[in-house]
């Protein structure tokens, strides 16, 4: 296993970023912070969720935030639960979209009102309805512990990654929802999913609830891990996993991947500027600790 050289970030704060969110962030401001951080550097950008507004209200203008987006050599990626969240998303045009499921029945039921297997099902045929041409990443969330259930088996995991591969999805993501793992939980469900997913086609998506994401995301590098989801300003939650803290800062995880000379094409601290400011505009808290250490040391460099 060999460190990559170069890791893709998938960018979340205008979805996992947001979703929690009582108070209703306007479109244009959701846009505007995916266009604000495009001209950053960001690529891929895990932008909005298809899913029922009554479930997550502040999800409902998925469709109106695409379309606010101008940047351009971006790829916008869209969470949708099932088909008719796909339909929208192809309506909406994106080119990339994320579909899920759990290790745990009790999050998945919670989550999208289905069990494991019943969303199995759904992710078939979303993948059955999605046209040649828009790329899909598998979440399997929950996958080290559930906030309901406990712990999670890592073998499990394992096949439910290995089954959305043989699927057909491009990647698949392990997402640690609540941020409860450390790095031998990391380093155990890894040891697991590899003997069945290929490494270059496992992606981690981590919740930093513990302060372990950045812990974490040093093993999925030394595992060969290249794709990895982050959040400008430490935004993010599930509204349907109790205790659930942002993902990891992107300024955090950028500064980690500089200090092993790992490429991204990304500028942290401008990364930094325009979080802290969409946070200060919309009272949210700036969570990522490099990105305040940047901005603080920036008359001096
Ligand atoms: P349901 O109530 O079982 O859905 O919800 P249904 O199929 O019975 O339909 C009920 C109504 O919802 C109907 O409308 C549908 O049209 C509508 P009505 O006839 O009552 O007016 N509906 C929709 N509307 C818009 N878009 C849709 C859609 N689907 C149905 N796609 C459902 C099932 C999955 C829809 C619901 O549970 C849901 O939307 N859940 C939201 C889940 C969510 O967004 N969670 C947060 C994201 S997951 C996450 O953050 C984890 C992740 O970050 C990784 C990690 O951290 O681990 C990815
Ligand atoms: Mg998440």
Redesign the pocket.
Known sequence: MSIAERVRITE?SSR?GL?SLGAFVPTEAKSGLINDLAAAGIRDFDAV????????PQ?ADGAEVVAGVVATDITLSA????A??LE?ALAAGVTSI?V?TAASDTFNER????TVDESMHRIRRILMETPGGVSVRG?V??ATHCPYEGEQDPDWVAHLAETLMEWGVDSVHL???IGKATPLHIERLLDEVVKLVPIEKVGV?F?DSYGQAIANTVVALEWGVDKMDSSAGGLGG???APGAAGNVATEDLLWLLDGFGIEHGIDARRVAKVAQRFCSEHNLVYNSKAGRALLATEEEE
């Open positions: 979340s996992d979703q969720s298809f899913v029922s507004p009554k479930w997550v999800m969470l949708v639960p099932n008719e969240g929208r994320g899920l989550n999208i009102n289905a979440y969330s929950t997402g640690e929802t998506h919740h599930c509204p349907f």
